[in-house]
């Protein structure tokens, strides 16, 4: 199994759909990420996680909200999805002073 | 703030070529720099990485030394392979504030394309 797992792995959806992507990790970190990543622009960080009750926003936040249902859980919605929100997604999780683990990614298409 | 500079690509070559992908950054304090490699259809995942100045990662062929005095961490590979084709990104983490937060900063991914 997979250190990190995301689902759904691609998804179309309409403009102003709410839309929840899930993350979940066996690595047992405390810290968990979302990242999108678009052509020319690398990863942005969207939202990141220390533990359940500690959540922060990254550099894109804005039309994103997540939840941390557990250590092991964190997930990003889309509270009303728009086209240029369409991009790659990727979670990941790391430990302090180590490299971050990432899912696979989903690829996300807002129509 | 801090930033990661690379090219964007794509840069093609051929297979047993010899492999330069830049990486420049920009950095407040002292971070902890990696290469990560991203084959098609999957998540990143760490190639190397180099904690301190001088610092040399090594894997799979491929290796980068951390050069305190260019801010570069130029990743080579002395003959690529057609499996060696993915996008790679530079990027650093470093400690922000007191309360123990790690930022990482990624370039923006350099695509390898090796033609046999």
Redesign the interface.
């Given at each position: 199994d997979a250190d990190?797992t995301q689902t759904p792995r691609n998804r179309i959806t309409k403009t102003g759909k709410r839309i929840m992507l899930e993350c979940s990790q066996t690595k047992g970190h405390d810290r968990m990420?979302w990242?999108r990543?678009d052509p020319?622009?690398?990863?942005r960080?969207i939202y990141y996680s220390?533990d359940v009750k500690d959540i922060?926003k990254g550099e894109i936040s804005d039309g994103y909200s997540v939840s941390r249902q557990a250590q092991a859980k964190f997930s990003l919605s889309l509270e009303s999805a728009i086209p240029n929100q369409t991009a790659l997604y990727?979670c990941?999780t790391r430990a302090?002073?180590t490299?971050?683990?990432?899912?696979?990614?989903t690829r996300l298409t807002v129509v | 703030g801090d930033s990661v500079t690379q090219m964007e690509g794509p840069v093609t070559l051929s297979e047993e070529a010899f492999l330069t992908i830049n990486c420049t950054y920009t950095a407040t304090g002292y971070p902890s720099l990696f290469w990560y490699v991203q084959y098609p259809g999957e998540g990143l995942q760490l190639l190397l990485k180099a904690t301190k100045a001088d610092d040399k990662g090594s894997n799979k062929g491929f290796e980068a030394t951390y050069r305190k005095e260019t801010t570069s961490f130029h990743l080579e590979k002395g003959s690529v392979q057609v499996s060696d084709s993915a996008v790679y990104f530079c990027a650093l983490s470093e400690r922000v504030g007191s309360g123990g937060y790690q930022k990482v900063t990624f370039g923006i991914g350099t695509k390898l394309q090796v033609i046999p």
């Open positions: 990190v990420y990242y990543q020319g622009l690398g990863l960080l220390f922060n990727f990941a302090p002073n490299e971050a683990f990432f899912g696979q990614g | -």
